[in-house]
């Protein structure tokens, strides 16, 4: 079906996703007094988020911090069946007493490179960008059957994506410091310094992040790597479960020195 809407669009043969453009901001968190309750890859769960938000809130009646961040480690969209719920609920209030933050993630980023330039990257359709137009209310086959009078896809991509959601995903930092804990979408790559790192590594590195040790003395919390549990290993915790495949949305909570998955 994909196949017939690139010939249906004039956009010719696969592409791959772009590569990120330009640098995002990193951002520091002091880690006195605050917790951070850190989820894995959402990639369009919706009541897993929801689900995941309600352990965070029963668990923090617990923990005395003056200060509460949910922080969504990237993947937002794509995959899962809820992409453009999961961006309202993200930017909506956050629960009562809790402050709400997102980190970008390669399919975020690659969700926007497509609004920018369809034509060049019609490869995120098969990246998981099928399900987030469909959680629009863009049906692919519908279009590539009545294309009358609905103009290209790219335009009405852009005109359907409320432009609230275009702004969060473009104002999403890449990487989050809370002390000596660092918390970013893919990883870091080991041995360059930390304001050397590249936003696409930090998005996208899984080698030689994962067989490595960072080299940095920092232990970084990540996602975009998928595992049946969450891994904790030299240097690094990866907590994407794969939930728009499993249901398994993992939250790790980082306080006064110590991370601990809650359940």
């Known amino acids: 079906m994909l196949t017939a809407v690139r010939s249906l669009f004039g956009l010719g043969a696969k592409s791959q996703p772009a590569p990120p453009a330009g640098r995002r901001e990193r951002i520091e968190i002091d880690p006195m007094g605050t917790v951070v309750?850190?989820?894995?890859?959402?990639?369009?769960?919706?009541?897993?988020?929801?689900a995941a938000e309600r352990r965070i809130i029963a668990d923090a009646a617990n923990?005395?911090?003056?200060?509460?961040?949910?922080?969504?480690?990237?993947d937002l969209v794509d995959r899962g069946p809820q992409s453009a719920d999961v961006l309202d609920h993200l930017i909506s209030a956050p629960p009562p007493g809790f402050e709400r933050r997102?980190?970008?993630?390669?399919?975020?980023?690659?969700?926007?490179?497509?609004?920018?330039?369809p034509h060049g990257n019609m490869g995120w359709l098969e990246f998981g960008g099928e399900q987030t137009l469909e959680s629009?209310?863009?049906?692919?086959t519908r279009l590539s059957r009545h294309r009358s009078g609905t103009g290209?896809?790219?335009?009405?991509?852009?005109?359907?994506v409320p432009e609230t959601h275009v702004n969060f995903l473009r104002d999403l930092p890449v990487a989050?410091?809370?002390?000596?804990?660092?918390?970013?979408?893919?990883?870091?790559?080991?041995?360059?310094?930390?304001?050397?790192q590249d936003d696409g590594d930090l998005m996208w590195i899984r080698e030689p992040f994962v067989s490595q040790t960072n080299g940095l003395g920092l232990t970084v919390?990540?996602?975009?790597?998928?595992?049946?549990?969450?891994?904790?290993?030299?240097?690094?915790?990866g907590i994407d479960t794969g939930a728009y495949a499993t249901?398994?949305?993992?939250?790790?909570?980082?306080?006064?020195?110590?991370?601990?998955?809650?359940?």
């Open 37 to 50: 309750y850190a989820i894995g890859d959402v990639h369009g769960c919706l009541a897993e988020l929801r």
């Open 136 to 140: 629009y209310g863009i049906d692919l």
């Open 176 to 196: 989050v410091r809370f002390g000596d804990v660092l918390f970013v979408h893919a990883g870091i790559r080991p041995g360059v310094p930390l304001e050397a």
């Open 221 to 237: 919390v990540h996602g975009h790597t998928p595992a049946n549990e969450p891994v904790f290993a030299p240097g690094r915790i």
């Open 152 to 160: 290209g896809l790219g335009e009405i991509t852009r005109a359907t």
């Open 63 to 74: 923990v005395p911090a003056q200060r509460r961040i949910i922080l969504c480690l990237g």
């Open 247 to 263: 249901g398994r949305l993992t939250v790790l909570r980082v306080f006064d020195g110590q991370a601990t998955v809650i359940g």
């Open 102 to 117: 997102s980190i970008c993630g390669n399919h975020d980023e690659t969700f926007l490179a497509f609004l920018d330039d």
